[in-house]
């Protein structure tokens, strides 16, 4: 079901994966892999209660029935669709990056389908979740957007990202992030839908801003345009 062979862990040496990826992703923030290994290590809890949330809500039925994956071959069409929509939203925020959907690690260190499918999930919506809320991927960006993952998910890695990234700022950047950044994150994760619950690929034809109101969604500010 999830590429890439998963991997069980016994208790020690799961603190131990969990221990070295902290250390190694607040080094070198780009490593993907590690960022990946240090929240499922520490996220299983929260991937649990994130499962159950879905099976109580019915697109998150859906999605755990039909297990859709955010890959090149099911996303493609999206490039396609009219300017004012969802899907091409998305597509235009991965195409002026030069990402890629099938860019993800895949998960390993979950014991269950069901968990490790949620894992997944929440790992390949997140440029959903920059697309909805007009978050960039730097490093502003990415921090406010794990302040709302945190109160979407309560993953402790989301957590750990806030402060090592919120470490990497300069003056100018902490300044910015607090005065603006912060407070709207924190308004927005929690006015905000499910948004594990929601069957993006279902939406994609629909009109960008309706599905901002149909999901409470507060678009990010702008203070600065280039923040880096």
């Known amino acids: 079901m999830i590429e890439g062979a998963r991997v069980r862990l016994k208790g020690w040496q799961q603190a131990a994966v969990a221990v070295g990826s902290a250390v190694g992703a607040l080094l070198d923030p780009r490593r993907a892999d590690?960022?990946?290994a240090l929240g499922e290590t520490t996220g299983k809890p929260a991937f649990e209660r994130v499962l159950e949330r879905m099976k109580r809500s019915p697109e998150?039925?859906?999605?755990?029935?039909?297990?859709?994956?955010?890959?090149?071959?099911?996303?493609?069409?999206?490039w396609d669709l009219p300017p004012n929509t969802f899907g091409a939203a998305y597509a235009k925020f991965m195409g002026s990056r030069n990402f890629s959907p099938d860019d993800r690690p895949p998960v390993r260190f979950m014991e269950t389908e069901e968990v490790a499918y949620v894992a997944t999930r929440a790992r390949e919506v997140h440029d959903f979740w920059h697309t909805l809320f007009g978050l960039p991927t730097n490093l502003i960006g990415e921090s406010a957007l794990k302040v709302i993952e945190f109160e979407q998910m309560l993953l402790p890695m989301c957590a750990l990202s806030i402060v090592g990234g919120t470490a990497r700022f300069s003056?100018?950047?902490r300044k910015l992030f607090y005065q603006h950044y912060?407070?709207?994150?924190?308004?927005?994760?929690?006015?905000?839908?499910?948004?594990m619950c929601v069957y993006y690929e279902r939406h994609f034809e629909d009109d960008?801003?309706?599905?901002?109101?149909?999901w409470g969604i507060i678009p990010a500010p702008h203070p600065q345009q280039n923040a880096a």
């Open 34 to 36: 590690l960022i990946a």
């Open 171 to 173: 003056e100018k950047q």
């Open 208 to 214: 960008l801003e309706d599905v901002r109101r149909r």
């Open 182 to 195: 912060f407070p709207w994150a924190l308004r927005a994760g929690m006015k905000c839908t499910d948004l």
């Open 60 to 78: 998150g039925r859906a999605v755990l029935l039909e297990r859709p994956r955010v890959i090149s071959a099911n996303v493609g069409h999206a």
